[in-house]
């Protein structure tokens, strides 16, 4: 694995500190203090042309003046000093920064001015800094602290990554009392440079790091940030507080949709989608922090709670039950093992009420009792202080009580102060997390078992995708452009259902009329009964203004509802233009629920879709959920179990289910038009018509603009979609025909036969050893993958209605995102049938097309037939200096 570009940064063998002081009251002479007491282990170059020696260490004028190669510089001078210093980086090799420096128009204060030449500076001496206005960097384990913080940061398994300062300060002054260790504390002050992303991975990958806490005050790059989130919390453990939770959209919402979605909303979706777990307050990231330190990790959301008191274990209770952790009854073992050592009237249920007079022995029993039980995924242990409690007694029972390799987290709540703190001081420095209030105990387990939901929730895989038809996606654009070059930012009623029609969505057919005349044609072609609705771009929801006319029967009613219509739209809408009218055939579905489809930009995240409740009341009952796209099957699905109106999906009384296929095919089909026309900013289908024979939409409303003229094809969305441009269809020597496309989710069950019939020394080659079948966790991980950081293009053939897999070719891109590694393997009944060169052939035209300049792999020594297939492809090969059985070969691209 090629070696992190941010690993300078981060784990530095040299630093210097331009504006270094022997002024303990100046910012850099606090981080050279700072430095210097943490006992960092390089090489420290003070640099101030104000000084010629700091103590008893030499001070230099200018970074050229050490004579050395240094890894990384910390500025902490004057805003206008700082593009001078990156050019002295930059010539002297030295790539990164930490700019503590402030004066950058902070909070749309003065300074704007010199962001333009800090950019500037940085770009083109090919510097990467952290920063501006930071607190700096902390590398405990290390004994580097390029901070100006006066707290010590003790080390540890914990990652802190924030845009406050301040809470870098207040987290690095509370650690050490509690008992927390950091592997780094990260401030990101404006991160006008390294960002979210650029840390996450870099942290993802650290070893030393166990557990990532994040505070978040806004994204600048979604994309970015939600992939290094992705990888991330697929790794270790992922909390986020997020500030700003009640911030409104600016913007006016034209749809149905765009009332529904919130700021705050889009975020849940995002982290939802990437796997990680939101703090709801400053507080609840603290309760996080105390129960990732410890490294344990629950396999579920069933707790044990034990407790001297009633009182306490019924707030616990009432927790959980908001936190939706379930509460489990124990074990018969269990009790039956209590019962031999507890009073005859303690509870015998969850909450364990062990009474108030339970001496410590009796604690340990509990506890001992309590991690033997199956049914329980943590254990909460409660004392409330009474007159003939030892509370530090009780603590060091508990301590006694955990074997040293339970995998169940274990939590202490000793409630009260001066009674319990020596209590609390020993079961800190015995590493057990410790909260001062039932409810933060509760809370500080649910982010554990919520780690683990999501876990297991991104291992749940769609089936195959069976309805794989193409839209037209070239017809729907069309559309748009004319639309656009008119000038219009709205589609009509007609073109809205044309581009959803387009997508395969079911539409009911309607048509415009400018005249009563018209209006009467249209009706009669499409058959009574009818809707009329009025026709301007300008009214975009009809029925506020009395626009629609439904279930109109005759020829008459017809023109009179025409005249009314016209009349209506004009008094009350004078500024409108009025087009006439569209008529619809009244939508007929047996048993009908109406729904809601929509989609929104969000500014940070692109687009957004939301399902819920439809109708003319959607904004009263605001019954909705929302969510990213692209979406599969599985993530539809959740969309809409997260809303009320699910239940209404569902047979009930005497009212059959709807097809709720069809209705997840639509959310499909929706998320395909967001991902493919970047040019639809906001959609509205309301209702949607879904009955137990299908779905129609009957109302349809499409925004649209131009993209920003450099966007790619998918910038404008934060989850890289389905690449379809890289989709071919090619036929063997033999004249076998197969498609190489992308690999999908929906690909999970072709994925694992594909691997299971492989032949040992097949699995042998791919695997370096040896693997009877993909486990979930990896047949997730090959199939759900991130298209913004990797690729895996699979070789299919049609048979019997379903995908067989006969090859898969794959590759990761570098940290130094200008590289990657790859691996293939074909199926053995294929092998001499020239799919390995097609494979690798499209696999090294999709890194190409990614702007990568490199592709390497290894290769076991004695697969011959690989290092030929190698060979003819122009790959060089080498002997790995690591491993003598292989060989590393390379190709420029």
């Not at 970015?224 to 992705?230: D, E, P, V």
């Not at 486990?775 to 048979?799: C, H, K, W």
């Amino acid at each position: 694995m090629i070696r992190s570009p941010l690993a300078p940064l981060f784990d530095p063998g040299s630093v210097a500190v331009f504006g270094a002081s022997d002024n303990p009251a100046s910012v850099g002479g606090r981080v050279l203090a700072n430095i210097r007491r943490a006992g960092f282990g390089g090489r420290l170059y003070p640099v101030n042309p104000k000084h010629d020696r700091l103590g008893d260490m030499p001070c230099y004028p200018d970074l050229a003046s050490t004579g050395a190669r240094v890894d990384l510089a910390v500025i902490a001078t004057p805003a206008q000093t700082v593009p001078d210093i990156l050019r002295q980086c930059g010539e002297a090799g030295t790539r990164h920064a930490v700019i503590l420096s402030a004066g950058f128009g902070e909070g749309g204060g003065p300074g704007a001015e010199n962001v333009a030449p800090l950019k500037e500076a940085a770009a083109r001496h090919g510097v990467r800094f952290l920063g501006p206005n930071c607190v700096g960097l902390v590398r405990p384990w290390l004994g580097l602290d390029a901070t100006f913080l006066r707290s010590e940061t003790p080390p540890g398994g914990l990652a802190l990554v924030s845009q406050s300062g301040a809470l870098c300060s207040a987290i690095s002054d509370w650690a050490e009392p509690h008992g927390l260790g950091f592997s780094a504390l990260v401030s990101m002050g404006n991160a006008l440079n390294i960002d979210f992303g650029d840390v996450l991975y870099f942290l993802a990958n650290d070893p030393k790091t166990h557990a990532i806490l994040l505070y978040v005050e806004g994204i600048r790059d979604a994309a970015s940030f939600i992939s290094a989130l992705r990888h991330a919390a697929r790794l270790k453990p992922v909390i986020v507080l997020k500030a700003g939770r009640n911030v409104q959209s600016s913007a006016a919402a034209h749809t149905h949709t765009g009332a529904l979605i919130g700021d705050d909303a889009v975020f849940d979706a995002a982290l939802s989608r990437a796997g990680a777990v939101r703090a709801r307050s400053f507080g609840h990231l603290f309760s996080a922090a105390e129960i990732l330190a410890p490294g344990k990790r629950a396999r579920g959301n069933r707790l044990g709670i034990i407790t001297n008191g009633g009182g306490a274990g019924v707030l616990a209770a009432d927790r959980a039950g908001d936190l939706r952790v379930d509460l489990p009854a124990p074990s018969r073992a269990t009790i039956e093992a209590l019962d031999k050592v507890l009073p005859p009237y303690w509870s015998r249920s969850n909450p364990l009420d062990i009474l108030g007079d339970a001496r410590p022995e009796q604690f340990k029993a509990a506890v001992e009792a309590a991690l033997r039980d199956p049914g329980f995924n943590g254990v909460l242990v409660m004392l409330t202080p009474q007159a003939m409690t030892d509370a530090t007694a009780a603590a060091q029972a508990l301590v006694d009580a955990i074997p040293k390799r339970t995998h169940k987290p274990v939590l202490a709540c000793w409630m009260g102060e001066t009674a319990v703190a020596e209590a609390r001081r020993l079961l800190s420095s015995n590493g057990i997390p410790d909260f001062t209030t039932p409810e933060s105990a509760v809370e500080a387990f649910s982010y554990l078992a919520e780690h683990h939901r999501n876990r297991m929730l991104a291992l749940e895989v769609p089936g195959p995708l069976h309805d794989d038809l193409p839209p037209d996606t070239e017809g729907a654009r069309m559309i748009i452009e004319g639309a656009l070059a008119e000038g219009r930012h709205m589609l009509s009623d007609i073109e809205s259902k044309a581009v959803l029609r387009a997508f395969h969505i079911p539409i009911n057919l309607t048509i415009e009329a400018e005249t009563a005349s018209e209006a009467l044609i249209a009706a009669e072609s499409v058959g009574y009964p009818v809707a009329i609705k009025i026709n301007s771009p300008q009214i975009v929801h009809k029925s506020d203004i009395g626009g629609v006319r439904l279930n109109v029967h005759t020829a008459a009613d017809v023109k009179l509802a025409f005249r009314d219509l016209v009349e209506t739209a004009r008094r009350e809408r004078p500024d409108a233009t009025i087009k006439g009218v569209t008529v619809e055939r009244m939508a007929h579905v047996e048993d009908a629920r109406e729904l809601l489809v929509g989609v929104s930009r969000d500014a940070v995240f692109g687009p957004v879709i939301v399902f819920g409740a439809g109708g003319t009341m959607v904004e009263v009952l605001r019954d909705s959920a929302v969510t990213l796209p692209p979406l599969n099957e599985v993530l539809a699905n959740r969309l809409i179990n997260r809303t009320r109106v699910a239940r209404l999906l569902d047979a009930f009384r005497d009212r059959p289910a709807v097809d709720r296929k069809a209705v997840i095919d639509v959310l499909l089909r929706v998320s395909d038009m967001v991902c493919e026309l970047p040019e639809i900013t906001e959609l509205d289908i309301n209702p949607l018509v879904a009955g137990p024979g299908g779905v129609l939409a009957v109302d349809a409303r499409i925004g649209i603009a131009r993209p920003p003229a450099r966007h790619g094809p998918y910038d404008h969305m934060a989850i890289h979609p389905y690449p379809r441009h890289l989709v071919q269809r090619v036929h063997l020597t033999d004249g076998t025909p197969l498609t190489i496309r992308p690999i999908r989710p929906e690909d999970a069950q072709a994925e694992a036969a594909f691997v299971r019939d492989l032949s040992d020394e097949a699995k042998r080659f791919r695997f370096m050893g040896s693997v009877a079948e993909l486990s979930p966790e990896m047949l997730a991980q090959f199939t759900q993958i991130d298209y913004r950081r990797e690729m895996a293009l699979v070789a299919v053939i049609e048979r019997d209605g379903k995908p067989e897999q006969l090859g898969v070719a794959r590759y990761t891109i570098n940290p130094d995102n200008t590289s990657c590694e790859f691996a293939i393997v074909v199926s053995d009944r294929f092998q001499t049938r020239g799919l390995g060169t097609r494979l690798m052939k499209a696999l090294i035209d999709a890194a190409r097309q990614h702007g990568l300049s490199r592709i390497t792999g290894t290769v076991l020594r004695d697969n011959a037939p690989m290092l030929k297939l190698m060979e003819e492809l122009g790959f060089s090969q080498q002997r790995d200096p690591e491993d003598p059985d292989c060989v590393i070969v390379d190709l420029p691209i």
